[in-house]
């Protein structure tokens, strides 16, 4: 579970080393939406009759939307969540490529409308703060961006701890090599090269673009950084998350 430009596709691609315990080929191989398809696409029911147990899904879905039928099912749910402004600059370019998303005109108004929560999957405060209510009715792992950054071998080994899916001899070396951001930036499974130009228009730049912690420093000016911290504070100044990130 994550919401877009949140480090969905990293996750993907750990989950699936992991799970192969340590073997790079599905990841070389198979299409990161067949090997964890997309719960809100059509063709998801049919993959899911082809896949073996344990099953990789993949969503953007909010709460409200999902989280009842979790609830009555055994499944574990991984929170990806990453800070908001990165998120922000991250989805505004990916604007850029989606054919199925519309102009963005200039980011100032693209922040306006993110801070709204008038963009594709709504609010981003909702979404985050949806998911987080629901600690003590789902087995749900949370983790951010920023700690895939900071310590990837710890968030795998937390990761295989909540999935009861040991760690093989070589999985963290395989995992640190195969999920670098350069080595999924020039995977065809995992970075949407393969994805029909009328749907993504490459010509507009790469789905994994920069990979990194802090790129909003480039995009926002003082009076954006000023709005954006207000708006943060009245939404999430009482929330308590698992991980804050540096809104300086």
């Known amino acids: 579970l994550t919401l877009t430009s949140a480090g969905t596709t990293w996750m993907q691609e750990i989950l699936t080393l992991l799970f192969s315990l340590g073997d ?3 990841a070389k191989t198979i299409p990161n939406w067949e090997r964890a398809p997309w719960l809100e696409q059509i063709y998801c029911r049919g993959a899911l009759r082809d896949t073996e147990t344990p099953r990789l899904l ?13 609830q009555r ?27 199925f998303l519309p102009d963005p005109s200039s980011f100032d108004a693209f922040l306006k409308q993110f801070l709204e929560g008038t963009v594709h999957y709504g609010s981003w405060f909702d979404h985050v703060k949806g998911w987080l209510g629901q600690r003590h009715l789902l087995d ?3 983790v951010t961006y920023e700690e895939l950054h900071q310590d990837l071998r710890g968030t795998a080994q937390r990761l295989s701890n909540f999935l009861g899916c040991p760690l093989a001899p070589g999985t963290l070396a395989a995992l640190e090599q195969h999920c670098s951001f350069s080595t999924m930036r020039d995977n065809a ?14 010509s507009q730049g790469r789905f994994m673009r920069k990979g990194v912690v802090g790129d909003w420093r480039s995009h926002f000016s003082p009076e954006q950084n000023a709005l954006f911290n207000r708006r943060y504070q009245e939404e999430m100044g009482d929330v308590e998350l698992p991980s804050q990130w540096p809104m300086a």
Not at 189 to 202: G, T, V
């Open 24 to 26: 790079a080929r599905p």
């Open 58 to 70: 993949t969503t953007h879905l909010p709460a409200h939307v999902l989280a009842p039928a979790l």
């Open 73 to 99: 099912s055994q499944a574990k749910v991984i929170y990806v969540a990453r800070n908001p402004k990165d998120v922000a600059v991250s989805f505004y370019h990916f604007h850029h490529l989606a054919k």
């Open 140 to 142: 749900i792992l949370y």
């Open 189 to 202: 499974m995992a970075n949407y090269s393969l994805i029909p130009a009328e749907i993504m228009d490459h």
